[in-house]
């Protein structure tokens, strides 16, 4: 059963100052990871043109294409560790790294992708947990896949289904939640296989979990979701007319929640208190990260890099 109640409404902005520096002009930059030595990737491109790899030594001052594909666009880098990394993009596209990013391969899922070509959509994002991790994508709305891996990424097994993917979360004990167009499912701490939850009615964008069954979901439509019981029932915990939301991060005890517009929310957990932000762009903050002295990192629509704010 769902329970949708709104719990919060407010609408006061908050004008941040941060640095923005433009790392890929008039280009997504969709991915963005810090290890916890402070090497940074980032990813982007334009959707099935051509993408980019980018790494940073010196907390994104400086970045160095490490990575470049000339008709596919990548939308996610995760580090598993600090010297595993994935990448992902259009057409299944994964690539490996094993030295943090130096150097790339390509991932040849063999027989676990998709039989029928048009089934193979692009790769938006991946979790992970100790050698678990879960990758998910989607195309055209109703397109999906879901990928499950229990060795660091070497074998994988997958699931089609009819309905885009975009977002994806581990707990501490390796359950997953998936979300995406009028979708959501979770999967088993020792399955491969999602099972669907009676929940639609928004274009899920993204998930994280704040404690092993609490469950943090961003829909487009401006409002943020709340499940305390690993989506067995939710509330509408924030909503904002000023927000289409992008994708959601925990980051010390505070959520946030990337928006169109330059806009943050942002709630701390002790009080689950909600908050509007504004940075210094108008543009879509597509992604936020930690990075690896605790402040926050986050990219956007238009190829810039933000931080310190």
Known sequence: MVLLVISCTKDEVVQMDAAVSTVLPGQWLSGLDFNSQGIGLTCGGIP??????????DNGK???????????CFYFVRFVNDTLVYAGGDYVELWRSTDAGINWQVVDLGS?????????PAFRDMACMGYRLVMVGGDYAKKGVCYVCNDFGYTWYFTQMDHQIAGVALNAIGSAFIAGWGYAATIGPFSAEPVQLDLRGDFYTS????????????????????????????IKAFHSGQCKFNSI???????????????????????RSWSLLQLPVKERILRLSPNHIGGLTATTSEGKFISGF
């Open 249 to 271: 991060a925990s980051v010390n005890g505070v959520l946030y929640a990337t928006s169109d517009n330059g806009l943050i929310a942002r709630c701390k957990l002790t009080d």
């Open 112 to 120: 676990n992708v998709p039989t029928n070509e048009f089934d193979r």
């Open 62 to 72: 400086t970045w160095q294409v490490v990575l470049s594909h000339s008709t596919k």
């Open 207 to 234: 998930v994280v979990f704040s404690d092993e069954n609490t469950v943090w979901m961003t829909g487009y439509s401006g409002t943020i979701y709340r499940s305390d019981d690993l989506g067995a029932s939710w």
């Open 48 to 57: 099935n043109e051509h993408g980019r790899v980018l790494r940073t030594t």
